[in-house]
């Protein structure tokens, strides 16, 4: 079963995440986060026990105290995060917001609301 960490300081908005995954039934392990600083813990410390890294990480761009696209640069410059694939989400349609979260080496960017079967292939 892929496992799945989200990111979000929105409370509303982790609620909705675990909402769709029940609602389109989508089989995946899904462990929310409400800081950039929390996911990154959960990470090293999963990485401490053996257990390897999630299959995604999707963080929201726009976080007051780290923002996605800084958790992603993050990863993306320790290598022993480089398995998972990488994504920004956010409520902006803007392309400089799709653009600064590719930039910072994310694989992929979403608006909100997230369509949460297509995230993970499961339909």
Not at 27 to 52: I, K, M, N, P, Y
Not at 53 to 70: F, H, K, R, T
Not at 79 to 99: I, K, N, T, Y
């Amino acid at each position: 079963m892929p496992i799945l960490f989200y990111v979000d300081d929105s409370r509303d908005d982790l609620f909705y995440i675990d909402y769709i995954r029940k609602k389109q039934k989508v089989d995946v392990d899904l462990f929310c986060f409400s800081t950039a600083q929390a996911a990154f813990e959960a990470l090293e410390e999963r990485l401490e026990r053996g257990e390897g890294v999630p299959d995604i990480l999707i963080a929201d761009l726009y976080m007051p105290l780290d923002s996605g696209s800084g958790l992603i640069a993050r990863l993306r410059g320790e290598g022993r995060f480089s398995a998972m694939r990488l994504g920004v989400c956010s409520g902006s349609d803007a392309a400089e917001d799709r653009e600064r979260a590719l930039a910072a080496g994310a694989d992929f960017y979403l608006e909100k609301p997230l369509d949460f079967a297509s995230i993970t292939g499961n339909r």
